[in-house]
């Protein structure tokens, strides 16, 4: 009985298959941080920290978990291994990427497309939630970057601004993240969406112009609804293409802060670009022509509209309704009283349907000083000839 159970079992162990690799079997090689692999003429190392995978989201997975291909393999494996595929458990988020432009990029440059691992990471992927992850919000801006400030990168792809970093770093909620730290300001994927970032022309898009707002709106709440009830917010819900947007103003990646000198000597030019007329008949007045050194403390546009609950001046609640003028302009001016907001802010002397006094007015003065200049213009001349005869009389 006996030798017929070593036989067993001895033909048992022949049989059965012999065990898949595990994690302890590639750290074998793969904690020698010499191991590197040739690609494309470049050394690439193969180290994997022990330690760091076993923090990670993966690190109670067998690494064959995720290389299927070396699920069969007895010892070691070839030199090719193929790529790890995300999709066969995140499905999810595979089918939400494939709509993305970055799996529908440029196909002549598309080892330039971003992967899972370019920005999660490979064996150090951590929650998004952890500070030490790529993807954590403060961290967001230099894994998006390694891309998106490429000036290589973007030599190849023509639609790439490479100063999109810089310009977000400059701007203000780079400002508020990088240098003070605070997470809750806006990154990348705050505005753009994670993994089914689309093309800003992408009707779908989270940065298109028909959702902007929306956008905008998932931070900056009670502004944006204070925009919706203004003349800007209600042509822009009838989709009017000449509707400013927050970016309109704001910027997009430079984003000012409202508050700054740099800003506010800009303001009257960002309303110029819809409002020319108001904007020449502005720099008229002394308003305007303060604001034009540069000196923030003059009143600009939003002084007297508004900023985003601009209103027609028929509406009971607009700041340049008659009955609001008082309080409008006592902000700066204090004491002002009916007869001060009798002031003419956008008086145009040239319009004589819309300023007729003043228009007759303005025509009266051209007509004196033009007739006063002429007959003293021709008197000097008359006194220039006379005095220049007298001379030639007295040496002659």
């Not at 203000?172 to 994927?189: D, E």
Request: proline fraction near 5%; charged fraction near 20%.
């Amino acid at each position: 009985m006996r030798p017929f159970l070593i036989a067993a079992t001895v033909f048992l162990l022949i049989a059965s298959p012999a065990a898949a690799l595990s994690t302890s079997d590639c750290l074998d090689c793969h904690s020698d941080k010499d191991l590197t692999k040739t690609v494309d003429g470049q050394d690439k190392s193969l180290y994997i920290d022990a330690k760091t995978f076993a923090g990670s989201v993966h690190g109670d997975m067998d690494c064959t978990d995720c290389h299927e291909d070396l699920a069969n393999v007895e010892d070691e494996h070839g030199e090719t291994v193929k790529k790890v595929q995300c999709a066969n458990c995140h499905d999810d988020v595979a089918e939400s990427m494939a709509n993305s432009i970055h799996a529908k990029g440029n196909a002549e440059v598309a080892s330039d497309l971003p992967t899972c691992s370019d920005c999660h990471g490979k064996h150090d992927i951590l929650p998004p939630d952890n500070a030490r992850s790529h993807v954590f919000a403060l961290n967001v801006p230099a894994t998006c970057c390694k891309c998106h400030g490429s000036a290589e990168i973007a030599s190849r792809h023509p639609s790439l601004d490479s100063k999109v970093c810089s310009d977000y770093e400059a701007g203000m909620h780079g400002i508020v993240l990088l240098r003070s730290g605070i997470v809750s300001s806006a990154v990348c994927n705050n505005c753009h969406g994670s993994h089914d970032i689309r093309s800003p022309k992408d009707p779908a898009s989270r940065v298109n112009r028909a959702h902007i707002d929306d956008t905008c709106g998932k931070c900056h709440t009670s502004i944006v609804k204070t925009y919706r009830q203004s003349v800007h917010g209600k042509l822009y819900a009838s989709g009017s293409k000449d509707a400013p947007t927050c970016p309109s103003c704001h910027g997009d990646h430079r984003v000012a802060r409202a508050m700054a000198k740099e800003f506010m000597v800009t303001v009257t030019k960002h309303c110029s670009q819809c409002h020319p007329e108001a904007d020449a008949t502005f720099k008229n007045t002394y308003h305007g022509q303060v604001t034009g050194l540069d000196y923030t403390a003059a009143a600009q546009c939003p002084d007297c509209h508004g900023a985003h609950n601009i209103l027609p001046k028929k509406d009971p609640a607009s700041m340049v309704n008659p009955d609001n003028l008082v309080k409008t302009c006592s902000k700066c001016h204090a004491g002002a009283n009916e007869n001060f907001v009798r002031y003419m802010p956008h008086a145009d002397y040239h319009n004589e349907k819309k300023d007729p006094g003043l228009y007759y007015v303005y025509l009266a003065m051209v007509i004196l000083l033009s007739g006063v200049f002429t007959f003293f213009g021709i008197h000097t001349i008359l006194w220039f000839l006379r005095t220049y005869h007298d001379e030639r009389k007295k040496r002659g």
